[in-house]
């Protein structure tokens, strides 16, 4: 392109935007671009961008342009093709259009100058951008089609493969659109899998594995948010799942935008083997069962200050017990500190914890006894323990929901506001949602009981028996009981003895 005579052009903004493609589609714009600028003998300062949204609030660099060509710094922006700028809604590109026409700038592109404030050329970009809109939203329908067909056929259609894979091929391995298995990579992930089965937390397997100077597939140090999604994520399973949520989750967003909203498991879609798993079920849901026990039990709890926090249960309302060190030894049990909502005490009572730990030594001595003569009353007595539990959770939800649908008929009758609806709503919504939680914790809990055998229970127990007493280390001794104890109940009401219960895994 030469410069044309009438347009007194020095100064320019080169706008290169990558949507998608190589990074080689932007090197060769700029040479484009560049080289144009050279010819014509213009200064210009380069825009660089890569993003594929239509919004210009999501395109930090389009709105420093349009600030900057506010202020007239430039007489022309400079851009491979007109759509570059936008293939936003009309409304986006006018916003362009307008600060343009009010700073007087031109557009150039390889073939044409256009000057918005003549008619021929404003009408000329307005059809243009038509045309623009319509390619890019095929474009964007077809990609949206692909990726979702792609993922029902088993394909990888979300971008970067998670840490421990590769994208179809790795050394002689290859799997067509799919992932194999990164040696390299697995190695780490089967560390993180064990440690997180001997118990550790998502942020002590982070901690540990910057101590050994093991960085992640970026060369940044691990946190414990990348080490829960790797726990917790089911393609390691061997499964592609996709339509798990829809919605923009953008915190600026298009107000024509839907609200981003999870959607429940019965309506996501489920690919099973897809790609080698390098996690079995039993061991993925063995470490669900751990992270949501752990976020049930206070963060207090969690530190492990005594060897039964998280462990001694309040038998009136069901939530953690503390425990009160002494100088003499003989530990206390605190009275329960929970309130409800209307701010009721819970009544139960403290009292000694040397009872407790007896109380537990003689339950484990007689289930193994049971144990070694192959009889299933305790196995039996904990699973039926699960399953009662389950029914009563059931039953808790069923009548949450019912709650939920009277106070939506209500509103329908005029019984209620709309801000009192949705006062009342949301309370039950909560509820219905925990209750969903306890519920899936005690379905996985109940299948982990069905996995384990007589013999795993007995190594189990002799390890505990063997060592229970020579730990001194709080912590350990913490997860030693935490390998065979659901739970200790204690309830004690007035001047009643107390009531110990001993819940076996």
Not at 261 to 288: P, Y
Not at 313 to 331: L, V
Request: aromatic share 8%.
């Amino acid at each position: 392109m030469t410069s044309d005579k009438k347009y007194n052009i020095r100064y320019v903004a080169m706008y290169l935007r990558k949507s998608r493609g190589e990074e080689e589609d932007l090197v060769k714009h700029e040479t484009i671009l560049s080289d144009i600028c050279k010819k014509n003998d213009w200064k210009y300062v380069e825009y660089k961008e890569i993003g594929t949204s239509d919004s210009i609030e999501l395109r930090p660099v389009m709105k420093k342009l349009l600030e900057d060509i506010q202020s007239e710094i430039y007489d022309a922006v400079l851009v491979v093709d007109y759509d570059r700028l936008s293939r936003g809604d009309m409304g986006q590109q006018d916003t362009i259009k307008k600060t343009l026409k009010k700073a007087n700038t031109l557009i150039v592109t390889p073939n044409k100058v256009y000057d918005l404030n003549n008619e021929i050329d404003d009408t000329y970009t307005d059809f243009q951008g038509l045309l623009a809109r319509q390619e890019y939203k095929m474009i964007t329908k077809r990609l949206r089609q692909g990726k979702k067909i792609g993922a029902r056929m088993g394909k990888w259609t979300n971008g970067s493969p998670p840490f421990g894979y590769c994208y179809e091929r790795y050394k002689d391995k290859y799997n067509e659109k799919g992932l194999v298995v990164n040696d390299e990579e697995f190695k780490i992930y089967r560390y993180i899998v064990e440690k997180a089965l001997d118990g550790l937390s998502p942020n002590s397997i982070a901690l540990n594995l910057n101590e050994q100077g093991i960085r992640t597939r970026q060369g940044k140090v691990w946190s414990h948010v990348a080490i829960y999604r790797i726990l917790t994520s089911e393609t390691y399973l061997g499964k592609i799942i996709s339509n798990k949520q829809k919605g923009d989750a953008h915190k600026i967003k298009k107000s024509s935008s839907e609200n981003y909203r999870k959607l429940s498991r019965e309506e996501w879609v489920i690919v099973e083997n897809c790609h080698e798993a390098i996690i079995t079920q039993d061991e993925f849901d063995k470490i669900q069962l751990l992270i949501k026990k752990r976020t049930l039990i206070p963060a207090g709890a969690r530190a492990s200050k005594t060897e039964f926090t998280g462990v001694l249960r309040c038998g009136c309302c069901g939530h953690t017990m503390q425990i009160q060190k002494k100088k003499d030894g003989k530990d206390l049990i605190r009275c329960c500190r929970y309130s409800d909502s209307s701010g009721k005490r819970c009544i139960n009572r403290g009292g000694y914890l040397q009872p407790v730990k007896d109380e537990i030594k003689k339950a484990i001595i007689q289930y193994k006894k049971e144990v070694l003569n192959k009889l299933q009353g305790i196995n039996n007595k904990g699973k039926n323990l699960t399953i009662n539990q389950l029914k009563s959770k059931r039953r808790e939800l069923k009548k949450f929901q019912e709650a939920l649908e009277k106070i939506q008929d209500s509103y329908d009758l005029g019984d209620y506001n709309r801000e009192e609806f949705l006062r009342r709503k949301s309370k039950w919504n909560s509820k219905i949602l925990e209750a969903k939680s306890q519920i899936s914790l005690l379905e996985k809990q109940l299948k982990f009981q069905e996995r384990v055998t007589d013999e795993e229970r007995l190594n189990i127990i002799n390890y505990f028996l063997e060592n229970i007493d020579s730990i001194e280390d709080v912590k350990d001794k913490n997860k030693l009981y935490r390998t065979i104890l659901d739970s200790v109940v204690w309830r004690k009401v007035d001047t009643k003895e107390a009531e110990i219960e001993i819940n076996f895994l």
